[in-house]
């Protein structure tokens, strides 16, 4: 078996630009001619693009209809199909409309491959096939519904809880209420209706596929179905889920290391496909054993086309009538407009220029000349003015009667 290593050098040694591409189909035709299926892989980029910037592009989305069909076209279906599925999930309407596209064409001969990691929605394409081959490596996931990214089983307890506090002690109500003042109002039917929609979609596939046939097809599907559904087992919906637990509750696993032909044939275009979205703008491929592809591809500029909505082409507009320019302003007499001065003016302010440069450097004091002006300024003594005598006070002679000494 290749390693990723080996991988890794034959795709540095290609010059060509489609050397990911290539090497990758070589992998994917192998694996054809190996089990004599039809194999399509619908390989996600999300580990190598996890940012928010690709949630979009990386999820299960309505999109990815287009690959299935362009991959599809042309294959025997009586042959079946090879599902290589890595996946961390996305909208549950559009992996519904998948799992009912595979269903019509090749009905219950579908093998799912899960050369790693198959969460959320992609368990759920999972539950769709009659047998889901899996390596001690690989993982499915819960398949509860998320609605804003919380747990719609988390939501409807914690409402719940909410409830019998606040009944238990009403005071409590002021401490709950920031909390709740946070959800929509219509928030409790969303979630719930979510989770019913989750549960008859899985017990749905269960029952059209694995369990086709069988006497108690509805109770192994719906026990199944809890299982993967159940919020309080597994505490989170990221959880990892392994084949073994999995095959105790009902799926039937393959176990990849039992066909080592197999085993080498599926790592091999695992990491081919894990090379070609690690290192290209390739955010999520689905392709068949032909070559036949459709890639999502991210970082590029699309400009988008609008459709003509008039029945008749519009009449282009007028083009606006240039006006124009405005006269120059006239020149008052005597003025000569700045940067028109005739020669003979420049001439004389030339000389003019000059001739005071001259006069300046000629009355310029020389040293001798301040230092007889900084002398002359010792010597100057300031003359006081003299101060005038005071004058006496003039006597006032006493009026007549009632104005004298008293005697």
Known sequence: MPTFGAILQRIQQDSQVSAFDRVRREYLLALHELTGRNVVVYYSGWLAKNGPQFFSAVQINDEDKHGFMATFAGLDFERGLDLVLH???GDVAATESIIDYLRSKFGTNIRVIVPQISMSGGTMIALAANEIVMGSHSNLGPIDPQIGGRPAFAILAEFQKARTEIEADPKLALLWQPILQQYAPTLLSAADQSIKWAKEIGAKTLREGLFYG???????????VDFLLS???????????HRGELSQRGLNIRNLENDAALQDAVLSVHHACMLTVGNSPAAKLIENHKGIAHVKVIGQIQVPIQMQQFQQAPSPMPLPVPLPPPAPAPTPVGIEPAGQQSPLRRRTSVKRTVAVA???VANRPTKVTVLKRLATKKRVVTKKRPATKAKPARKTKARAAGHGDAG
């Open 214 to 224: 069988q006497d108690d097809a509805e109770e192994k599907a719906s026990q199944l």
């Open 231 to 241: 919020h309080d087992l597994h505490h989170a919906h990221g959880r990892h889920l």
């Open 358 to 360: 001259k006069r300046a």
């Open 87 to 89: 996946t961390p999930g």
